[in-house]
C-alpha cells in the first residue's frame, strides 16, 4: 500500500510546504531523498552547550532550556546517525540534518517522529530533478522507459492505419 493511500480516511494532515516537509508550533521540517532537515527557532543567546539532542539510528530527542522537550520519539525511517549532525545557525536557530538511510529510491516522509501529525502526501511537490543529475544506473532506467514507451507509441500508430 502506498504512504498516501495509507493516508485515506486520516483527517488531521497538515500541508506540505515548499521544503517536501511540515510546519509545525515548535519546529519545521523538509526534506530531499537523502535528507531530513529539522529547524528550532531559539531565543537570543541560546548556546550549544545548552541544548540537547540525541541522535540515534531509531530515535530522536531535541530539547531545548525554557522550551522543553521539542520533538522526541522514534523516527519514521531509521537515519545513518554518522552522516547526521546538528549547528546552531545565524545564533537564532537549531538546525538538525539527518541523513536517510534507504537512499536507493525516492522515500518522503510524512512525519519525523511517532506520534506526529502526518504531512498530506497528496500535496508534496517533489523537486525537479535533471537527467544529467542522476546517476548511471538511474539513467538507464529512464532510458529504457523512454525507448519501451516510444515503442508502445509507434506500435499504436502502426495498429490505428
Same mark, same amino acid.
Given at each position: 500500500?502506498?504512504?498516501?493511500?495509507?493516508?485515506?480516511?486520516?483527517?488531521?494532515?497538515?500541508?506540505? $510546504?515548499?521544503?517536501?516537509?511540515?510546519?509545525?508550533?515548535?519546529?519545521?521540517? @523538509?526534506?530531499? &531523498?537523502?535528507? *531530513?532537515?529539522?529547524?528550532?527557532?531559539?531565543?537570543?543567546?541560546? /548556546?550549544?552547550?545548552?541544548? #540537547?539532542? !540525541? =541522535?540515534?539510528? /531509531?530515535?530522536?530527542?531535541? &530539547?531545548?532550556?525554557?522550551? +522543553?522537550? =521539542?520533538?522526541?520519539?522514534? %523516527?519514521?525511517?531509521? *537515519? $545513518?546517525? !554518522? +552522516?547526521?549532525?546538528?549547528? =546552531?545557525?545565524?545564533?537564532? &536557530?537549531? *538546525? *538538525?540534518? %539527518?541523513?536517510?538511510? $534507504? =537512499?536507493?529510491?525516492? &522515500?518522503?516522509?510524512?512525519?519525523?517522529?511517532? @506520534?506526529? #501529525?502526518?504531512?498530506?502526501?497528496?500535496? %508534496?511537490?517533489?523537486?525537479?530533478? /535533471?537527467?544529467?543529475?542522476?546517476? +548511471?544506473?538511474?539513467?538507464?532506467?529512464?532510458?529504457?522507459?523512454?525507448?519501451?514507451?516510444?515503442?508502445? #507509441?509507434? !506500435? %499504436?500508430?502502426?495498429?490505428?492505419?
Amino acid at each position: 500500500m502506498s504512504l498516501v493511500a495509507s493516508q485515506e480516511g486520516l483527517a488531521d494532515l497538515i500541508p506540505c $510546504n515548499e521544503q517536501c516537509g511540515g510546519n509545525y508550533t515548535l519546529y519545521t521540517f @523538509g526534506q530531499s &531523498e537523502k535528507e *531530513v532537515t529539522i529547524t528550532v527557532p531559539l531565543a537570543p543567546g541560546t /548556546r550549544a552547550k545548552s541544548l #540537547r539532542v !540525541d =541522535i540515534k539510528v /531509531r530515535h530522536l530527542r531535541i &530539547e531545548i532550556p525554557g522550551k +522543553g522537550i =521539542i520533538l522526541a520519539g522514534e %523516527l519514521y525511517k531509521p *537515519v $545513518n546517525v !554518522d +552522516g547526521s549532525t546538528w549547528c =546552531i545557525q545565524d545564533g537564532r &536557530e537549531l *538546525v *538538525v540534518v %539527518l541523513t536517510k538511510t $534507504n =537512499i536507493q529510491y525516492e &522515500e518522503w516522509w510524512p512525519h519525523v517522529v511517532a @506520534g506526529e #501529525r502526518q504531512i498530506d502526501l497528496k500535496t %508534496l511537490k517533489p523537486p525537479s530533478i /535533471r537527467f544529467s543529475d542522476l546517476d +548511471g544506473g538511474a539513467q538507464a532506467t529512464v532510458a529504457k522507459m523512454m525507448h519501451e514507451q516510444h515503442q508502445k #507509441r509507434a !506500435d %499504436l500508430a502502426l495498429a490505428n492505419t
